[in-house]
Structures are given as C-alpha cells and as structure tokens.
C-alpha cells in the first residue's frame, strides 16, 4: 500500500499564515512538503527551518539558474537549512550544476547529509511552441528533456524534474535508480490551469514516477486533506 511520502504538496501560498493552515490539515499524513519561491520569498528561511523542525521532508523548489560561482554560493547557503530536496534548472549547463553540487558539499554540516540535488528539465507548463519559437530549442519537448537529463546525470545530480509523460525515456536514458519528479498532476476531470504536459496521478505512477508534485489539486481544495487521501486512495488501488 502505498503512504503519501511519494507525494510532494507544493505550498504555493503568499505568506505563513495560508501555508500553515494547509500544513496543520495535513499533519499526520506523511506527506513532503514543496517550498517554492512564493512562499520563500514572502517567508524566508526561517519557515523552512520550522516545518523540518517539525519533522517533515521538505523540497526547497527555488530552481536556481545563474553563473557558476553564483549557483555554487546559492547552494552552500541553502545546505545550512537541511532541507531533503534543492534543485537547479539544467539549462544552466554543466558547469553550473557541477558547481551548485560542490556549492552543496561545502555548506552541508559535517556528519550532515546532503540535500538531493535535483535538475528542472522543461518546465511543465513549456509546451512545443514556447519551446521551439519562443526559447529557441528545436526537436520535440521529449528529445529536449531526455538530453537534459543526461547532462543532468552526468553533472553528479541525483535527478530530474519532469512531467510524468516523459518519465519512461529518463529512466531507459540514465536508469532506474535516478530520481523522477513530476509536477502536472492533475487529478481525472481537474482543471489544467498553466499545466501543458499533464497527467493524472494513477498515470504518473503507472509511468514510474518517484514523487508526484501536486498543487492546486490540493491547496485549493475545500479540504486538502480529503483531497489528499482520495489521491493516495486511488494510487494505491493500483497495488504499488
Ligand atoms: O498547482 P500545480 O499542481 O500546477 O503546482 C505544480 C508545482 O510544481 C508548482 O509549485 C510549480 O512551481 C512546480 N513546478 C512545475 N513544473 C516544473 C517544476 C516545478 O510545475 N518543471
């Protein structure tokens, strides 16, 4: 049966007050918490301190992407707050993520352990068209994040973020056992919002994604709890 620990709740909330409610109707549930740049930038490290104090997993989502030395200091800082989850996005390039690694060796505590580091392929709300017109990449979004996910692996991350879509040609590429995290869940009958490659949650799973991000499916519901628990319901009716 599977627990909620493979589900990542992204708090996408403008300040402590919004997210701690949703937090407190969560607690109990063994869920991984998703710390993004809404909330980060509204709240500082000192909320993301609190809520691993409080004993959960926590994934920083502040997708760094600047020049190498700027990547590696943005991550030493980060490592002091020991958060489970850091990432970069991978079109930095190798000598960006290969810092932010070392950026995060450096700033783990001595007998700490370092936060996994993680590279954003294309976004998922990025469909073809951005892609290729406004971005400028060529080929199919899969070719694109299947390449990034080499570069990503051959840097020394330990995985990607992608949509669940993609997930298959990532593991054949760099194997199974590097990390898969797939925003763009939307459960049956949601409504897709900015979301372009989506997919349900019993989807992602089926496809071997190793954490579902979920939002909106979540937050915004009347009661993120019930959500939840509906969500982890139907996955594990697949008997994972
Ligand atoms: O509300 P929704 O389920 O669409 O939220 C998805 C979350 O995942 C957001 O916090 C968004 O910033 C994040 N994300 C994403 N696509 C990526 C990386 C992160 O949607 N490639």
Known sequence: MMDASRIMVALDYPGVKEASSCVQDLSGSGVYLKVGMQLYYAAGPAYVAALKENGYS????LKVHDIPNTASGAMQSLASLGVDMVNVH????????EAAREGLEKGTPAGGKRSLLIGVTQLTSTNIETMNWEIGIPG???ECVVRYAQLVKDSGLD??????REVPLIKQACGADFLTVTPGIRPAGADAGDQQRITTP????????DYLVIGRAITQAAQPRQ??????QQISSLGV
């Open 140 to 142: 199919s979004v899969e």
């Open 90 to 97: 991978a079109a930095g390039g190798r000598r960006m993520m």
């Open 58 to 61: 926590v994934f920083l989502d």
């Open 202 to 209: 019993e989807e992602a799973i089926k496809l071997g994604s």
């Open 159 to 164: 995985g990607v973020v992608a949509s669940p």
């Open 227 to 232: 959500a939840l628990d509906d969500i982890v």
